[in-house]
């Protein structure tokens, strides 16, 4: 069964560092998200992505983040300098349409910021 | 504010047991979803449902769309099941962000 898979699992950085999750989604889907989990919190939205260009984001996706669909399978999520509450799980899921579409997560990167 | 609240956040059970979780939302919507997350992290889609019912082995979900409320049932519990559920939706308006609850921790014991 296709899914969506992430890289890495697990990625130690020094604060002010940029890092590059990775995700590749499912291959007929339209449309993918990021969203992160702060440990012991909601899961939250950060931006959805259609067409080659942001479709919505949320007041977290601030201007130290950035997506990116740099070849016709990867999906990345940039944040530029990192901070320490940028520490967290972060999902990225794809869906074959909008919004009464199943969305199929990936197993998540968990990214540690010191 | 979109909201979305469910009860109760921890749940423990007897294997067997029915099991109920609850999840209700502040205005209106386009989807509610379920999710299961695993204690490793991992998110699995169980259901999407824009109204009425839907059911998929021992599990059952229900949404009433004009008391903004869904359940999610589960019937003969069992240890596997235990993980946390998430109650997901997309807010009218939003078209494809999904705001979260904050997740019922269930634990079912043999």
């Known amino acids: 069964e296709p899914e969506v898979t992430q890289t890495p699992s697990h990625q130690v950085t020094q604060m002010g560092q940029e890092v590059i999750l990775r995700c590749v989604p499912i291959?007929?889907?339209?449309?993918f998200y990021w969203y992160r989990q702060i440990l012991g919190q909601k899961v939250e939205f950060l931006v959805s992505?259609?067409?080659?260009?942001?479709?919505?984001k949320s007041e977290i996706f601030d201007d130290q983040f950035s997506v990116e669909r740099p070849d016709g399978s990867n999906f990345t999520l940039k944040i530029r300098s990192t901070k320490l509450e940028d520490s967290a799980m972060y999902f990225c899921?794809?869906?074959?349409?909008?919004?009464?579409?199943?969305?199929?997560f990936g197993p998540g990167t968990r990214l540690l910021v010191l | 504010k979109n909201e979305v609240e469910q009860s109760p956040q921890n749940l423990t059970a007897q294997e067997g047991e029915f099991i109920t979780i609850n999840c209700s939302y502040s205005?209106?919507?386009?989807?509610l979803h379920w999710l299961q997350q695993h204690p490793g992290g991992g998110i699995v889609s169980l259901f999407m449902l824009s109204s009425g019912k839907k059911k998929h082995g021992r599990l059952i979900a229900t949404i009433n769309i004009q008391e903004k409320h869904s359940s999610l049932h589960i019937t003969a519990s069992h240890p596997r099941d235990s993980a946390v559920y998430i109650c997901a939706v997309t807010f009218s308006g939003s078209a494809r962000q999904l705001t979260f609850g904050s997740g019922t921790q269930l634990t079912v014991l043999p």
């Open positions: 992505f259609y067409n080659n260009e942001i479709s919505e």
């Open positions: 291959s007929n889907h339209l449309y």
């Open positions: 899921a794809s869906s074959l349409a909008g919004t009464q579409e199943t969305q199929y």
């Open positions: 205005v209106g919507i386009s989807a």
